[in-house]
């Protein structure tokens, strides 16, 4: 008896996995959208997972960045630079809203947010 895998989209349409044309990696699956048997990504789906990825790697940024501003305002020391990089963090989820392709949002990584998981 023949094992048969199966690719369901973010619609929850699926297709027999050995049928579809599937895209060359999985870094926004759950962006997927099938037609007939091509499994093509959902740009619009694809901006909210990237989000969702940059406010969990700017969650542990922001937290240190809070105990240097604590830190700081204890010896009396300039905070700018702390408040810019936490607001940079702060708006870093909003990066790939102007991508007009997957490449485009992959390259859209914000700085602030360390390495990107999509080099």
């Known amino acids: 008896m023949a094992v048969s895998t ?3 989209d973010k619609d ?4 027999d996995a050995s049928t579809a044309t599937v895209p060359a ?5 759950g962006a997927w ?11 619009t789906k694809a901006k909210e997972i990237f989000a ?12 240190a960045l809070d105990t240097d501003f604590m830190k700081a305002q204890e ?3 300039d905070t700018t630079q702390i408040v810019a ?5 702060r708006d870093a989820p909003t990066a790939g809203d ?22």
Do not use: M
């Open 6 to 8: 199966y690719i369901v």
């Open 12 to 15: 929850g349409n699926q297709i």
């Open 25 to 29: 990696n999985r870094d926004f699956r």
């Open 33 to 43: 959208s099938l037609s007939g048997s091509v499994i093509s990504e959902d740009l």
């Open 52 to 63: 969702d990825k940059v406010r969990e790697a700017r969650t542990p940024l922001l937290a």
């Open 75 to 77: 010896t009396s020391a």
């Open 85 to 89: 990089d936490k607001q940079a963090l």
């Open 98 to 119: 102007a991508a007009t392709s997957i490449a485009e949002l992959k390259a859209a990584w914000p700085a602030a947010c360390g390495d990107s998981p999509y080099a």
